[in-house]
DNA sequence: ATGACTAAACCTTTTAGA
């Protein structure tokens, strides 16, 4: 089972880019972010027609997530139960064959600068979606939490990491929530494998960024303590990023074997 | 240079992203 997650910065601009990915990587899960649009805009059909259930939770303009499913889900959740949110951020749903694999898949808030409104939801948000993951994991072993973090783990997961420390994403504050979530007996997938330094999944509009390797690993899938022996690789996907009008973030690929 | 791109909306200017 391949399970994937991809920030695609407005779905609207992004779908033909989708569509082709998705023909060139067939992933049995594909959880989308930021689509920027409601439901009723949401292009059911199309993906339909490239072979996806999908099931989306939108909202106008900002955040909006999505999952993609080659086979039908059951017990979709949108947002985190106990945590009161007006934005579009999580959902969830028990995938595969034998449905005993539970996905969460979310577009965690940004925080915009340490001090700010925004970087204290982002500690509350934090708070919330663990509370919550903690019960779903003891429901739940076999646990897939994936999505765009916008948290580093630590200085390998930024381009500069002399001049973005204590910066948004850099921060101490973040980087203990993201430590509190592997403490619940999660596993940073990607680090389960050797991979070249300098790999990022996310790189700046401006500048060059992506031909200048200027970025940060910020889209993360994590895996519960009963999928981690399954994990067969886990990859970041940068061909995307050289499309035409592409997306800021690129895919993140994991590979679970005997699912 | 609180800049650089990109996207959406209240659309020739602002807000937000990361």
Same mark, same amino acid.
């Given at each position: ?11 609207? @601009? ?55 499913? /080659? ?31 539970? @996905? ?11 001090? #700010? ?44 990491? @002399? ?50 390797? /200027? ?8 895996? #519960? ?35």
């Amino acid at each position: 089972m391949k399970i994937a997650t991809w920030n695609v910065n407005s779905l609207t @601009v992004r779908l033909p880019q989708v569509l082709d990915w998705l023909q060139a990587n067939p992933v049995d899960v594909l959880g989308l972010q930021e689509l920027k649009m409601t439901d009723d805009k949401f292009p059911f059909e199309a993906l339909r027609q490239a072979g996806y259930h999908a099931h989306a939770f939108g909202q106008k303009t900002y955040n909006g997530v999505a999952l993609l499913t /080659r086979t039908p889900v059951a017990n979709v959740v949108r947002n985190i139960p106990g945590f009161s949110d007006d934005m579009a951020r999580v959902i969830s749903a028990d995938v595969g064959d034998a449905g005993d694999v539970r @996905v969460i898949a979310g577009y965690f808030p940004n925080g915009q600068e340490p001090g #700010s409104d925004k970087f204290e939801y982002k500690m509350s948000w934090l708070k919330g979606l663990r509370d919550w993951v903690r019960t779903e994991l003891a429901a739940h072993p076999k646990l897939v939490l994936m999505g765009d973090y916008n948290i580093t783990f630590d200085d390998a997961d930024v381009w500069d990491p @002399v001049g973005m420390e204590g910066q948004i994403h850099c921060t101490e504050e973040e980087r203990y929530h993201l430590r509190a979530l592997i403490a619940l007996g999660l596993h940073d997938a990607y680090r389960l494998f050797a991979h070249p330094e300098k790999s990022y999944s996310w790189w700046d509009y401006r500048d060059f960024a992506f031909r200048r390797n /200027r970025g940060l690993r910020i889209d993360h899938i994590l895996v #519960s303590d009963a999928l981690k022996p399954l994990v067969s690789s886990c990859e970041i996907d940068k061909a995307p990023r050289s499309n035409e009008r592409p997306s800021d973030h690129a895919p993140v690929v994991v590979e679970l074997s005997g699912l």
